[in-house]
């Protein structure tokens, strides 16, 4: 709305100012000062009606602004989604908002603060993501001040798989509370489905936080957490890629089973960058879901409910919920509906859960601890939906507009005289054509990137599909002709069979694009060599490399290669610098702290 001198008491002047004036102001100012004006017109009321009581009469409330700040943890971006939603609705309702990763937070400023909101993961067994340990390592030192002033509530994200799930958002808010810290809304725990909890969980915060700032709105629109800004296509709304091409990169004879994956976008509007992944909605394996259907003494074609959808139980069982991973509270709820004795005995022992579930699934379960008195409608609530599949997305899309590609590892063992696979790297690898369709969206992650300045050395360390990242990397840097020196450490068994996109690097090697290649083919020499060793090998030059701002990058599983390379780094700052054990663990955090130590490790 523009006002204008003819329809309003304002003259050119005035008009000129509220026009430039009014689109700038959020609703809550608009709010304000709508209640600031009827205040100081009831008060000019008083004083021509009574000028002795108009003396007394109290001037409007002035708001009181609220101060917040927003702290996350987070490996692979989920937690900065979230954290950074919280903080743009806070900012809508008229507080002021600062949102900063943990590891970007200075701790002095804790005892400064009154608001305190935190969004943290959960890594590995109960682990603190990289961005999170320093700030957790000092609320449960010594030097952590007392909290007594400080208002909070903790959004803790998790895997209710693992044994120790939530335990980092769990650590937050216990050590807040002990400090004297007053929670002003529950802690929310999220599994893999997190979108709809912290959605709530954000509003919450927001009504909460504004309903202590005078005349605040209340109101106002939230945006679903997880929700793209730039397209419709989102974990809810897939987009259904075509599958371009499907093949296995390992030559005949090897161990493993890698596959490339060609998708296309055209059409969607979705955008990536270097370091991004896609999301896949996979599907259960249809002759297991059979098995289990035949197990249970069920018949598919009876309709289940799942939230507001019906739809058959086989349906259910193959598209929608998770059939191969068990869990202790899954074994648990399980137990409540058979009296067989056993699988009490499993879960009444400290860890024989975890003996008897690894590899296993829910038909191994059925076969074995029966029988049970449950319908189809009990069982189907027992069992979580299946979680979407995040993969380094290995292509640039400056070099591939339409176009995303993946590097994709095949799981596959025998067990109990059964073949298990790996519910998507299964699919892909034994039932995806080409021309079929894949349920995908883009999944950003703004903790792995490519440095802004294209001069910065970048390292780059990865085993088998580890080196998918890398590979959007140079390519991204080779289109757009970048000269920064680059170094890639990469590890596979056999030179011969496992040397994936083998060509790609040496053709890279030879433009420049890529600076230096390091390899390490553990099954082809007597004694196995891994990443780690050469990096250890070439310690001079990779401390060289630190010291001129090098950027190190680790890709590929956490518990053995990237814990493996944590340590090496260790040693090589403590040996070429000369540091003692502690000063290089403090370089090393110093990295993290600088993004300069990016990690996507699972």
């Given amino acids: 709305m523009t006002l204008n001198v003819l329809s309003s008491p304002f003259n050119e002047e005035q008009i000129k100012g509220l026009n430039e004036l009014l689109p700038s102001l959020t609703d809550y100012q608009k709010i304000w000062l709508t209640g600031y004006l009827s205040g100081a017109q009831a008060t000019a009321q008083a004083s021509l009606e009574n000028p002795i009581e108009a003396a007394v009469v109290e001037e409007p409330i002035q708001a009181v602004r609220q101060i917040a700040t927003v702290l996350y943890g987070s490996q692979t971006g989920n937690a900065q989604g979230v954290a950074e939603k919280l903080g743009k609705t806070l900012s809508e309702y008229g507080v002021e908002v600062t949102v900063s990763s943990m590891s970007a937070f200075k701790t002095n400023n804790l005892k400064k603060l009154t608001n305190l909101f935190v969004v943290a993961s959960t890594h590995g067994e109960g682990e603190p993501p990289d961005n999170a340990i320093g700030f957790h390592e000092f609320l449960y ?60 969980w954000v509003e919450e915060v927001a009504r909460e936080l504004s309903a202590l700032t005078p005349q605040a709105s209340t109101g106002g629109e939230v945006k679903a957490i997880g929700q793209n800004e730039e397209t419709v296509y989102s974990k809810k709304n897939p987009f259904q890629a075509e599958v371009l091409a499907n093949i296995n990169l390992n030559g005949r004879g090897s161990n493993k089973k890698t596959h490339h994956l060609e998708l296309s976008l055209e059409g969607s509007g979705l955008t990536y960058e270097p370091g991004d992944s896609i999301g896949i909605l996979p599907e259960n394996d249809p002759t297991l879901v059979v098995s289990l259907i035949s197990a249970l003494g069920f018949d598919e074609n009876i309709k289940v409910k799942l939230q507001d959808e019906e739809l058959s139980l086989k349906e259910a069982l193959q598209k929608k919920l998770e059939i191969t ?113 894949l349920p995908i969206y883009v999944h950003r992650n703004p903790n792995f990137k490519l440095p802004k300045d294209d001069s910065t050395p970048i390292i780059m360390i990865g085993a088998g599909t580890g080196i998918a990242p890398y590979r959007s990397f140079i390519e991204e840097r080779a289109e757009a002709g970048v000269e920064g020196k680059s170094w890639l450490f990469f590890g596979d068994q056999h030179f011969v069979t496992d040397f994936l996109y083998q060509t790609e690097w040496q053709s890279w090697l030879k433009e ?27 310690a001079k030059e990779v401390y060289q490399w630190l010291e001129q701002g090098a950027i190190i990058y680790v890709c590929g599983d956490e518990k053995t290669m990237a814990a493996d390379v944590d340590k090496m780094l260790h040693t090589i700052i403590e040996e070429q610098s000369e540091k003692t054990i502690d000063e290089a663990a403090k370089y090393i955090n110093e990295l993290k702290s600088q993004q300069r130590y990016q990690r996507d490790v699972y």
């Fill in 512 to 538: 420049g694009a890529l600076t230096n290649l390091t390899v390490a083919f553990s099954r082809d020499t007597e004694h196995k060599v891994y990443v780690q060793h050469r990096l250890q090998e070439n």
């Fill in 325 to 437: 991973v068990l869990s202790k509270p899954l074994l648990q709820k399980i137990a409540a509906f058979t009296g067989n004795e056993e699988l009490g005995n499993i879960l009444a022992q400290a860890n024989a859960w975890k003996d008897y579930g690894y590899g296993r699934d829910l038909l191994d379960v059925v076969e074995q601890f029966g029988p049970f008195s449950w319908s189809e409608q009990d069982f189907v609530e027992l069992l979580r939906k299946i979680p979407v599949r995040l993969y380094s997305i290995s292509s640039s899309q400056r070099a591939n507009e339409d176009e995303v590609h993946l590097t994709i590892g095949k799981v596959s063992y025998e067990g109990d005289g059964r073949t298990r696979l790996g519910v998507c790297s299964g699919g892909i690898a034994e039932r995806l054509e080409e021309g079929e369709k």
């Fill in 141 to 200: 030192s010594k030097r952590a001040p007392k909290l007594h002033h400080v208002k909070f509530s903790v959004l803790a994200l998790g895997d209710s798989s693992y044994e120790f799930f939530c335990k980092t958002g769990i650590d937050f808010d216990e050590r807040l509370e002990k400090l004297g810290a007053q929670r002003i809304i529950p802690r929310v725990d999220c599994d893999l489905d997190f979108e709809e909890l912290a959605h709530n």
